[in-house]
């Protein structure tokens, strides 16, 4: 089993208040002319589930001079001037075909108003956020300036806030909109505000690709099946839906946090399980396991369907492939389903080749049948009934460096009931599942994790032929 880190500080503590420098935050605007225009999203942008801020927490041993970050934060605006700018809903065309075309639909207004940038103090070192960083609790949000806005659409695009700790080191929060970037996207800016500040006089590492036209819709496919498990229209009739008492049991309780970081031995040992043996990757094999044991930790319906939603990068998927440097939304999410009773009493293999299956599915033909449906504003996700895996540990985000060295930790601001495939500092190899459940699911959610772990199945994985995995 893996062993619990002994700690001094409890993971649900409360973080000392933050001190700030200035009543009110800074704005950061481009320290040069930026394009003034309005930038269309596409639809894979515009999803209303993605209607929040992706929000990062990172540690350093040693701070950066403020105004070093502010500096370079003004420079690389110039580049992801989008960032620096604010959304704004369109205006209903008179002339257009599709009636659902501009229903609340976003774009962004470039008019380099600028990023939020706050300054904060907290009686903390590195060490003792060290001791509680593997579970976020509500007190981390303090480390994020709450910016006053009536609503998402008018809360800055970025907002960042420095927090010096009393040992000398520094929590660098950042909030970037979704409907701007995706995982990728987010990594891909702040290796390029990393490396402005680090290196002062240089140009960004990837010149950024800003039109969404992209995935605009090419024309109708109307020769495929417009039904994807993964969306719903917002009409369908919820007395219908026996997902109600599943959504029901995970609000009625508090959610705590899980985390647990498997090595790329581990996951060498999970692969063995694997019976019949199939060739499969690090996130095939952990997603199907951490599936499993998330729907046995919950005590459901045998009947009841459930679903795995995943992230999915298409960039490489569509003809032609997207160009270098996009940083918008460039994923689907894949969808595994099955009922909860085949999904038990099957085996990991069984689970395995579903998550597979998903990722096949997923051609340029079934991304341009979604990309239609979402021309429908009726549509929305469903993430009913589904365990939803965002992997963060394969983006580079753990290696970003603005010339004090390496974070000691990297993950989200918060955790809830979406799961997180994080990395760990320092092992490349090794990935953190992050995950909020009901209370009274927590302990059966980690001993199911770790009942792969026990003695008898790490010596057998030991001997065996590494080789015949895709690591």
Known sequence: MIKARSMERSWDEELPDCRYEDK??????????????????????????????????????????????????????????????????????????????????????????????????????????????????????????????????????????????????????????????????????????????AQHNSDVPIAPFHSRHVFKLRSPCSHLPLVYPTFTETHTNPMIDNSIPLNQYLQSQPLIPSSLTYTASNILCLKTQCVPLVKCTTFEVLAAHTWRSWVKSLNLEPSLEVKLLFSMNIRNKVIPEIPKGYYANGFVLACAKTTVKELIDGNLHQAVKLVQEAKSSLTDDSISGILELLENKNMKTDLTKSLVISQWSKLGLEDLDFGHGMPLHMGPLTSDIYCLFLPVAGDYNAIRVLVSLPKSAVEKFEYNMNAFLDSNNVEACGNYEKEKFLL
């Not at 003034?36 to 001079?65: A, E, G, T, W």
């Not at 605006?77 to 209903?92: D, E, Q």
């Open 24 to 197: 009110q935050p800074s704005l950061i605007k481009p320290i040069s002319p930026t394009p003034n225009q309005m930038l269309y999203l596409s639809n894979l942008d515009d999803q209303k589930f993605l209607r929040f801020s992706i929000k990062y927490l990172y540690l350093f041993q040693k701070s950066v001079p403020v105004d070093l970050l502010k500096l370079s934060l003004s420079k690389v605006l110039v580049h992801y001037y989008p960032l620096a700018g604010r959304l704004k809903k369109t205006l209903p065309s008179p002339h257009h075909d599709n009636e659902h075309e501009n229903d609340d639909k976003l774009e962004v207004d470039c008019n380099g108003e600028g990023a939020v940038f706050a300054e904060a103090f907290m009686d903390m070192s590195v060490e003792e956020f060290l001791q509680v960083s593997h579970k976020p609790n509500k007190s981390w949000r303090k480390l994020l300036f709450r910016v006053d806005a009536p609503s998402f659409v008018d809360t800055p695009p970025l907002v960042v806030q420095v927090t010096k700790l009393r040992c000398g080191g520094m929590i660098l929060c950042t909030a970037i909109n979704h409907c701007l970037c995706d995982g990728l996207g987010t990594s891909q800016f702040l290796h390029a505000w990393a490396h402005l500040t």
